[in-house]
Structure formats: C-alpha cells, structure tokens
C-alpha cells in the first residue's frame, strides 16, 4: 500500500484530461498501470471519499476529485465526516 502513488495518481487524474478521460471510461486498466492496493483501487473506483480520506489522500487533491465527479461540498463534507446520507 502506497499513499503516495494513491495521491498522484489522483493528482493526475485532476489536472491531466488525457488521464481523467481513460479513468471514467475504463478505471481497472488505468488501475493496472499503478501499484496500489486492492483498498486503494476499490476506494478510488467507487469514488468512496471516506475511504480515501480514511487513507490519508490529502484534502487538497482529494475535493477537486470530488468536484471532477460532480460532489457537492456539502456532499463531500459529509462523505468524510462519515455522516449519514
């Protein structure tokens, strides 16, 4: 498990529209190419904020993420306060 590679590939994701496009059409390929773990993989696919945070990607790459896919901030906070939906 590496927070680092989880964090860049995420700050790839924000800033890179070649790598954000390959990440909403086939996420598990462009998975393949990093070494992260299964927890990272499946919190990263599933756009599970919690969990990432949980993780330790840090907020400032972690909320342009969330607003890529089109999360509230109100949505987001509660997502990483673990607040019922």
Do not use: C
Request: hydrophobic residues 40%; proline residues 6%.
């Amino acid at each position: 498990m590496s927070i680092y590679a989880l964090q860049k590939l995420i700050r790839e994701i924000n800033r890179n529209p070649g790598v954000r496009e390959r990440f909403m059409e086939a996420p598990d390929a462009l998975l393949a190419e990093h070494e992260l773990s299964e927890v990272e993989g499946s919190a990263l696919v599933e756009r599970d904020y919690r969990k990432l945070y949980a993780l330790g990607v840090h907020g400032l790459l972690l909320r342009p993420f969330s607003i890529i896919h089109q999360v509230s901030e109100p949505d987001y906070l509660d997502a990483i306060r673990g607040d019922p939906e």
